[in-house]
């Protein structure tokens, strides 16, 4: 195998408004040995602008896309704490999380409430929809400064909680989550890893996690909103979607809502005004069959958009990365 070119050497578009991309020329050929071989320009590619879509490489099924994320990352994370049901295509490797396809899932960092997050995604197309379904990506660094100064000091200080409510029927279910429904070895998982949790009478379980909304990004040292606060808020709900939560599980069991790290509530003004400023610096780029993403996931949020027509992406998680405790303490 030929050694990797210098990142220099891989001519890596900048559009405006775009993500960065990199067209290759690989008709026919081995995604997984290309990967291979230009893996340490690729990651050079990714440090340098938080995200890279890399088109023309031909990824066409999932034993395809297996062998690339391999080449770029040997080592894959299993997915554990999601929001949302997924696919498994093999140890690592994961369909895109089940969200209503008439619905956005507004940008967010992977994994952003757990103790370690993976800080590089891949994302694999092997079916882009007939119209939608693209993956934003947005610079976490630009989107902190852009934010009101008193609003992100207030989330670097206290971070932020997450409250949850498992069900069968709405997001993932303690066994979707947690990789099993026992519950001695979900008690034993909350534990290890700062999760207070309550059974209730029904079964049903309930948590709450306090993580760090702002870090500083360990390479760049740039300071980064990083969290899914506007996302997991019910406020970023569609109205009749959270109407129908409301009156199906009430207002204290949705799957999923977010608070300031002190426990005060959110309020529907600050979570669109969030949500208004990742819109402003989204850049958007239509997936085409056999693209391949690469995203730094502490610097970079992404999200997707609604779409009509299959949609096939393939998703793995590498490099984890722990985070620390926010300043605050809550209530």
Known sequence: MSSSPPAPLLEVEVPAGK???L???NPGGDAAAWAAGHRDALRAAVAEHGALLVRGLGIGDATQAAGVFRALA???MDHKEGFAAREEYGQGIYSSATWPTNQPMCMHHELSYTQTVPSLLMFACL?????GGVTGVADAAEVCQALPAALVDRFAQQGWLLDRCYNEEIGASVAEAFGTDDRAAVEDYCRAHAIEYTWHDD???RTRQHRQAVISHPVTGGRCWFNQIAFLSEFTLAPEVREYLIDVYGADALPFTTRYGNGDP????TIALINSVYDAHTRREPWQDGDLMLVDNLRTAHSREPYEGDR????AMAHPQPTTSPQGTPR
């Open 19 to 21: 993500p960065p991309m």
């Open 127 to 131: 079916k882009a929809p007939a119209e």
């Open 23 to 25: 067209r290759v020329d």
């Open 203 to 205: 079964g049903s379980l």
């Open 266 to 269: 959110l309020d529907q003004d």
């Open 312 to 315: 096939t992406v393939l998703v």
């Open 74 to 76: 040997p080592e894959l």
